[in-house]
């Protein structure tokens, strides 16, 4: 397949099995490029935990985290990489809330590194709430 449009990146990114192919992919500059790689199931951890650190508007950036929070191939070192980048994003005022909860149903990682997000300062009373009830779920 020709790409040339960023239509075709994204159509590429959506449909592509091959990881090398959605590893170079993940470098392209479209948002939602990265977005369809987040929600692609042949998406490989290596390619996941690149895109754990790709930064533009807060809307993307926390819809990001959130898809890779919640991939089936993300492994304890994405899934704490995503951790990572949700604590500075509370940190700066951002609310990426929906990877913090899609984080809370994960059991790569322990209660306790979920759990300290809800801490933060970024943190609402309703985040923390919820979070407290999705990590309930889990005993």
């Known amino acids: ?6 239509a075709d990146y994204l159509e590429l990114a959506r449909a592509e099995n091959d990881s090398s192919v959605l590893h170079r992919l993940a ?3 479209y948002p939602f490029v990265w977005h369809a790689l987040a929600a692609n199931p042949n998406t490989a951890p290596d390619t996941l935990l690149e895109l ?5 508007s807060a809307w993307n950036n926390n819809r ?8 089936p191939r993300a492994d304890s070192t994405v899934l704490r990489a995503v951790r990572d980048a949700a604590a ?5 005022g951002e609310r990426p809330y929906a990877a913090v909860l899609a984080l809370a149903g994960r059991r ?3 209660t306790e590194e979920v759990r300290q997000l809800g801490a933060l300062r970024g943190a609402s009373a309703r985040l923390r709430s919820r979070l407290d009830r ?3 779920l889990r005993t």
């Open 64 to 71: 990001l985290l959130h898809l890779l929070a919640e991939h």
């Open 27 to 29: 470098r392209c500059p």
């Open 1 to 6: 397949m020709s790409v040339h449009t960023p």
């Open 134 to 136: 999705h990590l309930g």
């Open 108 to 110: 790569e990682l322990a």
């Open 88 to 92: 500075a994003k509370l940190a700066e």
């Open 52 to 56: 754990s650190t790709a930064q533009d």
